[in-house]
T-cell receptor
Framework: AQSVTQLGSHVSVSEGALVLLRCNYS??????LFWYVQYPNQGLQLLLK??????LVKGINGFEAEFKKSETSFHLTKPSAHMSDAAEYFC??????????FGKGTRLHILP | DTGVSQDPRHKITKRGQNVTFRCDPI?????LYWYRQTLGQGPEFLTY????????KSRLLSDRFSAERPKGSFSTLEIQRTEQGDSAMYLC?????????FGPGTRLTVT
């Protein structure tokens, strides 16, 4: 069975500071991994995805994530936080072309 | 806009009533998924279709829930005899290889 664990339901960072959202996964097969963002009262937007190509994945809005098989991690980072980054972030795992299993989410707060 | 659309965006209903939601996927996508998201949680898989065939249903999908995709295009999700625990955001997604595109969701409130 596949699952993801997001460490920290709430993360606060100052504007301009590094954003680090942690995600660990469990999978019995080589996984596809995703990060989604959800703004209030909106649907899910794909930030980036890992599909077994390059281990460092660059996404939209300056976000990137690194797949580390030895640590079963897929942490999301952004060098400099912006107020517009405040949202809920979901890490997710999926076998190829199948349903997506989501983590519980991390709410990112940006402090002025 | 050729993205995934869902209707209605919001639905308030009384306990015991039936509700139906509609999802229109991106036209060339064969796979369509339904997820449910409760407050403070990530989305949870409910069911999915490959064209008109319903290929998998989650144990979350009780007998009161039924989904259809009659012509392999739009899909409907019906909840019969709604309960307060059904209050959630219902998300639809359609899939190209390796990526699912999500609609804006239907927020259901059962009073």
């Amino acid at each position: 069975a596949q699952s993801v664990t997001q460490l920290g339901s709430h993360v606060s960072v100052s504007e301009g500071a590094l954003v680090l959202l942690r995600c660990n996964y469990s999978s019995s097969v080589p996984p596809y991994l995703f990060w989604y963002v959800q703004y209030p009262n909106q649907g899910l937007q794909l930030l980036l995805k890992y599909t077994s190509a390059a281990t460092l994945v660059k996404g939209i809005n300056g976000f990137e994530a690194e797949f580390k098989k030895s640590e079963t991690s897929f942490h999301l980072t952004k060098p400099s936080a912006h107020m517009s980054d405040a949202a809920e972030y979901f890490c997710a795992v999926s076998p190829k072309d199948d349903k997506i299993i989501f983590g519980k989410g991390t709410r990112l707060h940006i402090l002025p | 806009d050729t993205g995934v659309s869902q209707d209605p965006r919001h639905k308030i209903t009384k306990r015991g009533q039936n509700v139906t939601f509609r999802c229109d996927p991106i036209s060339e996508h064969n796979r369509l998924y339904w997820y449910r998201q409760t407050l403070g949680q990530g989305p949870e898989f409910l069911t999915y279709f490959q064209n008109e065939a319903q290929l998998e249903k989650s144990r979350l999908l009780s007998d009161r829930f039924s989904a259809e995709r009659p012509k392999g295009s739009f899909s409907t999700l019906e909840i019969q005899r709604t309960e307060q625990g059904d209050s959630a955001m219902y998300l639809c997604a359609s899939s190209s290889p390796n990526e699912q595109y999500f609609g804006p969701g239907t927020r259901l409130t059962v009073t």
